[in-house]
C-alpha cells in the first residue's frame, strides 16, 4: 500500500527565510503527487501536482517541489517566507490501485516568525 | 461562483440526533469526495462517489451514510451522533475518478455535544 511521510508536524521560520516541508512516499509504480495548502479555517487549496512531466515543479505563491525518484522524495520549498504563508501542508499521492484515492500525509503546520 | 459549496458551515448538536450535511459542486465534474479531518488535522477518506455510483466505501460506523441525487451533489447523513464524530467534514470533487486534483469545499465543523 502506497504512504506519505511529512517530516515535521511542526516548522517554524523566521519571515523572509528559506522554507523547506519535507515529504517522503512510497510507490511501487511512478506516483502522481501533490501538496495541498490549508489556511485556518478554510478548505484545502492545490499548490502544485507532479504528474511525470518535469521534475521541477512550479505552483502558486512562489512555491515548487522537486520530485526525485531516488529518494522517493518529494520536498516543497519557498525561498523567502512571508507572513501569508502561515497554514496547514499537505503532501498527498495518488494510488491507481485503489480508484486514484488520494493517500494524505499527516500536514505540516508552518509557522512564520516575524 | 463557489466552485464546491457546503451547507452548514458549524453545526452543533446533541448525541444521539441524526443530521445532514450538503454538498454542491458547479464545475460540472463526474467525481465526488467526504473527508473527515479530526482535531489533529489528520485527513480520512470516507466516500467517494463517480456519477452517482459509489466507488470508495472506506472503512466508516454505518451511521454514515452518502447520498448522490444527481452528479452535482453529495450529501452526507449521520444517524445517532455520537461525540466522535465531532471533526471538519470535507466534501471536494473531482473532473474524472482519475484526474487526480481535488477540489475542497470550505468544509463543516461539527460539533456533538
Known amino acids: 500500500a502506497q504512504s506519505v511521510t511529512q517530516l515535521g508536524s511542526h516548522v517554524s521560520v523566521s519571515e523572509g527565510a528559506l522554507v523547506l516541508l519535507r515529504c517522503n512516499y512510497s510507490?511501487?509504480?511512478?506516483?502522481?503527487l501533490f501538496w495541498y495548502v490549508q489556511y485556518p479555517n478554510q478548505g484545502l487549496q492545490l499548490l502544485l501536482k507532479y504528474t511525470s512531466a518535469a521534475t521541477l515543479v512550479k505552483g502558486i505563491n512562489g512555491f515548487e517541489a522537486e520530485f526525485k525518484k531516488s529518494e522517493t522524495s518529494f520536498h516543497l520549498t519557498k525561498p523567502s517566507a512571508h507572513m501569508s504563508d502561515a497554514a496547514e501542508y499537505f503532501c498527498a499521492v495518488s494510488d491507481p490501485g485503489s480508484n486514484y484515492q488520494l493517500i494524505w500525509g499527516a500536514g505540516t503546520k508552518l509557522i512564520i516568525k516575524p | 461562483d463557489t466552485a464546491v459549496s457546503q451547507t452548514p458551515k458549524y453545526l452543533v448538536t446533541q448525541m444521539g440526533n441524526d443530521k445532514s450535511i450538503k454538498c454542491e459542486q458547479n464545475?460540472?465534474?463526474?467525481?465526488m469526495y467526504w473527508y473527515k479531518q479530526d482535531s489533529k488535522k489528520f485527513l480520512k477518506i470516507m466516500f467517494s462517489?463517480?456519477?452517482?455510483?459509489?466507488?470508495i466505501n472506506e472503512t466508516v460506523p454505518n451511521r454514515f451514510s452518502p447520498k448522490s441525487p444527481d452528479k452535482a451533489h453529495l450529501n452526507l447523513h449521520i444517524n445517532s451522533l455520537e461525540l466522535g464524530d465531532s471533526a471538519v467534514y470535507f466534501c471536494?470533487?473531482?473532473?474524472?475518478?482519475?484526474?487526480?486534483?481535488?477540489?475542497f469545499g470550505p468544509g463543516t465543523r461539527l460539533t456533538v455535544l
Open positions: 510507490s511501487s509504480v511512478p506516483p502522481y
Open positions: 464545475l460540472g465534474h463526474d467525481t
Open positions: 471536494a470533487s473531482s473532473p474524472t475518478l482519475s484526474y487526480n486534483e481535488q477540489f
Open positions: 462517489y463517480n456519477n452517482k455510483e459509489l466507488i
